[in-house]
């Protein structure tokens, strides 16, 4: 038996006339955190966007813990065990820090409760003496923060993140990087979308790259690392 929490097999994807993945296959092993790199418009988000059911495939399969879920609204699929931040974060402008870890709690698969309200406030201090502050009103890095803390008030056996390093401050970046890898010691399996291979490097175990629409590589960080031509050639600024 398998032991993919996310399996996707020939996802094709279409905005309108215009298709923009092309075939991916992507798996993510239970307790792996996987790194989904390719520059801008390589078709990550549209990726994690077909996973969550935001984007749904044309053709290809995805399952998640085991169930197929392609085509299934974005709720069954948050149902299924599935956490996601997307990349603009949505937070809800007009409700406060609490309002919006209240609005996503639930709980997880077998009616796991592991994470509270108590435990997201010792997880993301910062948040403390911003609780009863407008989501609208908070730093990108503190709406960054808010919605990782959102997405785990639903307890997820799987999380995607998509971009969570993007247009923040370095000290904020590298707050988010020990949040992801204190997740990662709890065994939960997580694919990080990102174009900052570098970031990803103490997080990951695993990457995909993306270009195009297409995977073009797959292996571990490590090769990665030490792979001149893939990184030059789809990665690279």
């Known amino acids: 038996m398998s032991n993919n929490v996310i399996a996707v097999q020939g996802l094709n994807v279409f905005y309108g006339a215009s298709q923009i993945l092309f075939g991916v296959d992507l798996a993510v092993k239970e307790g792996q955190t996987m790194a989904l790199l390719g520059r801008n418009g390589a078709g990550k988000s549209t990726t994690m966007k077909a996973i969550a059911g ?4 044309k053709s290809g399969s995805v399952s998640v813990l085991g169930k197929p879920v392609a085509g299934a609204p974005p709720h069954k699929i948050a149902r ?3 956490g996601f931040v997307p990349e603009d974060r949505q937070v809800f402008p007009e409700h406060s820090v609490e309002d919006n870890l209240l609005i996503a709690e639930k709980p997880g698969l077998d009616g796991r409760n592991d ?5 997201i406030f010792e997880a993301f201090p910062l948040l403390v003496p911003l609780r009863q502050r407008m989501a609208g009103r908070l730093s990108g890095g503190e709406q960054q923060m808010l919605a990782i803390a959102r997405m785990l008030m639903g307890n997820p056996s799987v999380m995607l993140l998509d971009e969570p390093s993007e247009g923040l401050a370095p ?5 988010i990087g020990e949040v992801i890898r204190a997740l990662a010691k709890t065994g939960v399996s997580i694919l990080i979308a990102e174009q900052n291979m570098h970031f990803c490097l103490g997080l990951a175990s695993d990457a995909t790259v993306i270009d195009k629409g297409k995977i073009v590589y797959r292996g571990s960080i490590a090769e990665l690392k030490a792979n001149d031509d ?4 789809y990665l690279a600024l």
């Open 54 to 57: 935001v984007a749904p495939p």
């Open 115 to 119: 994470w509270t309200m108590d435990r």
């Open 171 to 175: 000290i904020i970046v590298q707050r």
């Open 230 to 233: 893939i990184r030059q050639r």
């Open 80 to 82: 299924a065990g599935l």
